[in-house]
């Protein structure tokens, strides 16, 4: 019987690791550093994007309290106190929205989904001329697609709505009036 040698068993241990490193790969992969992330949120405009969406978020609340309050009479006080509530709501959603309160989710979620790698090819794609004139044409890029999803949409509400209008409707049988109770003694 052959004995193989101690630098052979060594050899072949340490094949054997590095093939379990090469097949956990992700799983070893180093974290991202928060400056990593930093730089990456920087790139990508971050911090700007995020602080569009506070108007556009006060713009929805605002809609909400338009559609609920539409119509209905109110008193001074009344419009006082709903104005206050729309006031501290605003407050609430700008403060929950700042990027004191973001930066810390945007790191931890950062740190979970992509390893240091991925952080510094993303950051060195955003701080290219590519990257930078995909973030300048994002805007456009957006209301270019809303624009042809409504021109798509249209047809199809329309013909929808045809179907609607054909669904025959048959009124509900006439419900007869509550009669009086007869006194028993």
């Not at 799983?27 to 995020?50: K, V």
């Not at 338009?66 to 209905?72: C, E, I, P």
């Amino acid at each position: 019987m052959i004995r193989p040698s101690l630098n052979a068993v060594r050899s072949h241990a340490r094949v054997l690791l590095l093939l379990a490193l090469a097949l956990a790969g992700p799983a070893f992969a180093a974290e991202p550093t928060d400056a990593d992330i930093d730089r990456l949120l920087t790139a990508s405009r971050a911090e700007s994007l995020l602080a569009g969406v506070v108007p556009q978020m006060e713009a929805v609340q605002q809609q909400e309290f338009d559609k609920h309050f539409a119509g209905k009479e109110m008193t001074d006080e009344q419009k006082a106190e709903v104005a206050r509530i729309q006031a501290k709501t605003q407050d609430i959603v700008r403060k929950a929205l700042s990027w004191e309160e973001m930066r810390p989710v945007y790191l931890d979620v950062y740190k979970k989904t992509y390893t240091r790698d991925d952080v510094r090819a993303i950051t060195k794609f955003y701080e290219s001329a590519a990257g930078k004139r995909m973030l300048d044409k994002s805007p456009a890029l957006m209301q270019n697609i809303m624009a042809a999803v409504q021109q798509k949409m249209v047809p199809m509400l329309e013909e929808l709505q045809g179907e609607i209008r054909n669904i025959p409707v048959t009124p509900p049988p006439p419900v007869s009036p509550p009669q009086k109770r007869r006194r028993t003694r």
